[in-house]
């Protein structure tokens, strides 16, 4: 059995690429590579093809992160294969729980930082592609602490169907 997320931001360039590199580390780390799939999309086609925007190629690359990626458009179509569908803000949650063709598919949507206990009341991470530096370091931070919570959850999921 293969469990399967993607990760879903606005372009695929910024912050679901980001999360997609670091949650895949940590299935790596976890063991866990041959038992879930992980991959990334976005709302919008606007940067279809193309690369990752080059400060989260830098910021990833410094921290220690794979940085190969092509951004491509979510497509409804995908909520039959995927278990999880991990949105980066609540407009992505709003948009994908829209495209959902069914009620369990709706349900497969989750936000990034509900995975991540410390987080602040804002349950979004911010877009950094309109500004400096910091908010792509702000973001991996934010990227990289729920990933904790997020591999734990999934690990948990495995392991229920492990046994089932």
């Known amino acids: 059995m293969t ?92 948009d994908l729980r829209g495209l959902a063709p069914t009620e369990e598919d709706a349900r497969k949507v989750r936000l990034l930082r509900s995975y991540d206990p410390a987080a602040d009341a804002d349950p979004d991470v911010p877009d950094p592609y309109y500004g400096g530096r910091d908010g792509f370091e702000e973001c991996l931070e934010m990227v990289e602490a729920a990933s904790t919570g997020l591999l734990a959850a999934v690990a948990e999921r495995l392991e229920g169907h492990v046994h089932e």
């Open 3 to 94: 469990y399967r997320v993607c990760f879903v931001c606005t372009g695929n360039i910024c912050r679901s690429p980001m999360a997609e590199s670091v949650f895949r580390a940590r299935v790596a780390g976890a063991g866990l590579d041959g038992l879930v799939e992980v991959d990334s999309a976005g709302t919008g086609s606007w940067h279809e093809g193309e690369g990752a925007d080059p400060r989260t190629v830098s910021v990833l690359d410094e921290h220690g992160y794979d940085t190969a990626h092509t951004a491509r458009r979510f497509r409804p179509s995908w909520f039959a294969r995927l278990d999880l569908v991990i949105a980066l803000d609540t407009g992505h949650l709003r």
